[in-house]
């Protein structure tokens, strides 16, 4: 998990990784107003089933096996537009990377 949020620099504010029911089975990896990253392990165990683009998304990345970029949303700490990139670890983990909307929309990557 830090390797990859490190290689995403400003790309990714957060990380975690959660199975295919939603319960997050890792810390947080939250890159905070400093820029540097920082476990947060009071998110392991909660569950994220309950967001739009959750359940959708883990059917498709079990049937297709590639990554998915969520529609845009509010985050509910930050209150920031982002959006999410889930990606199969393997068929029962997965990673989600949350990302500024600023960030794609500056670089129009999507």
């Known amino acids: 998990m830090a390797e990859a949020a490190h290689s995403l620099g400003n790309a990714c504010f ?6 295919e029911d939603g319960h ?3 810390a947080n990896y939250y890159r905070n107003g ?6 947060q392990p009071e998110y392991e165990g909660d569950n994220w089933s309950w967001r739009p683009y ?3 998304n883990i059917v498709r990345m ?11 949303y509010s985050d509910i700490e930050t209150n920031e537009l982002i959006r999410t990139y ?3 670890i393997n068929e029962s983990y997965y990673l989600f ?13 999507y």
């Open 86 to 88: 889930s990606y199969p």
């Open 24 to 26: 997050q089975v890792s």
């Open 97 to 109: 990377l949350d990302i500024p909307y600023l960030y794609l929309y500056e670089r129009d990557d």
């Open 54 to 56: 959750f359940l959708e």
């Open 14 to 19: 957060r990380g975690y990784i959660c199975d």
């Open 62 to 72: 079990k049937h297709d096996q590639v990554g998915i970029l969520s529609d845009l």
């Open 34 to 39: 400093d820029g540097d990253w920082e476990f």
